[in-house]
C-alpha cells in the first residue's frame, strides 16, 4: 500500500495500540493533522490549550495506565513548549513517544520561519531521538521509538519530521509491534545468590521502593519478600502506591519530608534494601547515614548503581524477574525485636486527628480520605500540597499518584490529571494544588471542559508561594523576597468564566458537602480551599543533613 509520510505515522502508531493522543496543530504539522482527520475513527486527538499541557496530558496518560503516552506538536515554539514535559517524563522515567513536525528539508539550517533544532534540544532529556530525512525509513523509526521508550527503564523519545517527509510517499506494511521481553537471561545468578544470602543473614532488614517498582509492576513481590523476612518498608515518592498505605509494615515516605519511623529505622538497619529506586538527593541527603548497613541495590538500569549512594550488591535485571528468582530461596524470618522497634517509630510518627478550627491540609485529607470509594487517582502540582498529598492520603494500589519527582513541575498537575482520566475513565481523578503552581498551566480547565471530563481540582490557596516561604522561615531568617502573591484572582469565577463549576471552602462545615457534590461531579469542579499563609510540611529534613536529624514543627 503507497502511503504519504504523514499517512504512514498514524498508521503506525495506530499498529502500536495507539488510541489516543494529545497536541496542538500548527505549520508544520498540518499534513498529520489531515491525516488525524482521515484517521478520527481509528484514533482520538485530544486538543489542548498549549503544547505543555499536551505533553502533561500524554504523561499522566501513561503513569495511570502503563501504556506508552503521545503527544504532537509543530515545529519551533510549538516544539519547544512541549521540552518541560519530556523533560518531566525523562526524570519519573516515563514512557513517552514526542511527535514534531519541522521545516522542509531543503530550509534546514537556514534559520527558517518557525525552524528550531529539537533534537538538538532534547538529546539530554530523552532516550533517543530522531530527525527523519528518509521516508522509506520513517516506518522503522517509529516501531523503534516505541519500543525504546518502553524497553528497560522507561522514558521519552522524541521524533522531529520534516514537512517533505509528511508529504512524500512510500509503501506501508502493517507491523507488530517490537516485542519487549523480560530479560530474564541477563541476570546473573551469582548475584541472585549473593543476594539471597544477604538477607538471609540480616537481623534489621529495612527494604525501600521507588519508582521502578511501580513500572516493574511487582507490588505482591514486594509485599512477599517484606513478610517473608518481616520487613518494614518504606518509598520514595515515586514509589508511594506500590504497598498499601494501612499495610503492618509499612512505615511511609522516606527522605526530607518522610516519616519519623522511615528515616530513623533507615539509620538503624543493617541491611537496606533498595527496589527500583535511584537514592535521590531527596531521599539521600547526607549518604553517611546508612553507614551501619549494607545495601543491597535491585535496579534495572546499571547507571544508577554507584552514582549517589556506594552499595555493597547490585543486581541488576527486571525488578519482577529478581525478586521472583530470590523469594522463594529466602528463609523465613521474623525478626521480632526489629519489628516492633519499627512499630514504636510508627507510633510516634502516627497522624494524630486534627483538631484545629481553621482549614488546614490534614482535616481536608481527612474528609477526602472518607468519601474516596477505592476508585480515587491523586495528581499533583509541585509544592507544599504535593508534600500534604504524600502524608496523609491514603494511597492502596500503585498507578494511583500522578506527581512531578525528579524534575518537580509546577503546572504539571492540571495536565496530568486530564491524561489520567482519559487514560482511566472508571476513575475519578482529583488534582491537588496550590495557587501559584495552579495558575501556571491553569488554561487547561478550558480542555477539562470541552471533553467534560470530570475532574476536581482543588486549590490549596494560601496567596503565596508555600514551599519556598517554607525555606525562607527556617533558612533565610524570614525573608520573603517575592514570594507572598498578593493576587486578587477569584479562582471560582475563573473556573466558572472556563466553563467548570467553582465552590469556595472557608468554613469546615462547608467541606464534606461540596467535596461530595465535586466527587459526583459528570464535568470538572474546581474547588478553592483558603488555608493559612504560614503553614507548613512537617516533618523536615534540612538540605544536605542526615535524615534523621528530623525537624518537627514542635521544635520550631
Known sequence: MILTGSDIVIKSIIDEGVDLVFGYPGGQVINLYDSLYKYQDEIKHVLTCHEQGAAHAADGYARATGKVGVCIAT???????????????YMDSIPLVAITGNVPMNLLGKDSFQEVDITGITM?????????KD??????????????AREGRP???????????QIEKTEYKKKTPLSIGRKEFTIKEEKIEQAIELINKAKKPFIYVGGGAVIAGCSSEVLALAEKINAPICSSLMGIGVVPKDHRLYTGMI??????????????????????ARFSDRVVASGEYLSNAKILHIDVDPAEVNKNVKVDLSVIGDLKSVLERIIPKVKENKNEEWLKNAEHLKS??????????ELTPEYFFEVLNSLDDGNLIISTEVGQHQMWTAQYFNFRKPRTFISSGGLGTMGFGLGASIGAQFGKPGSKVVNIAGDGSFMMNCQELATAVKNNLPVVVVVMNNNVLGMVRQWQTLFFDGRYSHTTLD?????????????????????????????AKALNSKGPVLIDYRIDYDKKVFPMVAPGAPINQIICEEDI
Do not use: C, W
Not at 515545529?75 to 517524563?89: D, E, H, K, R, Y
Not at 522514558?155 to 517527509?165: A, E, T
Not at 510516634?348 to 478550627?357: G, Q, R, T
Open 255 to 276: 527522605g526530607m519530608h518522610g516519616t519519623k519511623a522511615s528515616n530513623i529505622s533507615a539509620t538503624k538497619s543493617d541491611l537496606f534494601i533498595a527496589l527500583g
Open 75 to 89: 515545529s519551533g515554539p510549538g516544539a519547544t513548549n512541549l521540552v518541560t514535559g519530556i523533560a518531566t517524563a
Open 135 to 148: 521516508v522509506n525509513k520513517l516506518q522503522d523509526v517509529i516501531s523503534e521509538a516505541f519500543y525504546i
Open 124 to 132: 539530554p532529556i530523552t532516550k533517543h531521538n530522531y530527525i527523519v
Open 487 to 515: 493576587r486578587e484572582t477569584d479562582l471560582v469565577k475563573l473556573a466558572e468564566a472556563f466553563g467548570a463549576t467553582g465552590y469556595r471552602v472557608v468554613e469546615r462545615n462547608q467541606l464534606k458537602g461540596v467535596l
Open 348 to 357: 510516634l510518627s502516627a497522624y494524630k486527628k486534627d483538631e484545629e478550627k
Open 155 to 165: 522514558g521519552p523519545v522524541l521524533i522531529d519530521i520534516p514537512k517533505n517527509i
